[in-house]
């Protein structure tokens, strides 16, 4: 399976922003999918994941009650939603999927967010 990641962009501090990352199979839709942020100079962290199903998320606290997750297995796509963004958001984002079991074995080419004071 291929990820294609998009929507990034520019915004100002408070805005939004929808991600999407686009499977190239449907067997997307059996994968818990991951998303991962990496600032400049900094490591790649977790942000959020959804399970398979959609029925189960978690989000690294940074971002809990800002972002969700969602996702459209009819469209092998998988969103991440970022609301109230900041500053210290800015970050390329990269979507994952579980696609061999318990690690993110495939990963999307990263999609750039800049959010300006």
């Known amino acids: 399976v291929q990820l294609q990641a998009s929507g990034g962009g520019l915004v100002q501090a408070g805005g939004s922003l929808r991600l999407s990352c686009a499977a190239s199979e449907r067997t997307f839709s059996r994968y818990d999918m991951g998303w991962f942020r990496q600032a400049p100079g900094k490591e790649r962290e977790f942000v959020g994941r959804i399970t398979w199903s959609g029925s189960s998320l978690i989000f690294a606290d940074s971002v809990k009650g800002r972002f969700t997750i969602s996702r459209d297995n009819a469209k092998n796509t998988v969103y991440l939603q970022m609301n109230s963004l900041k500053p210290e958001d800015t970050a390329v984002y990269y979507c994952?999927?579980?696609?061999?079991?318990?690690?993110?074995?495939?990963w999307g080419q990263g999609t750039q967010v800049t959010v300006s004071s």
């Open positions: 994952a999927a579980k696609a061999g079991g318990r690690t993110y074995d495939v």
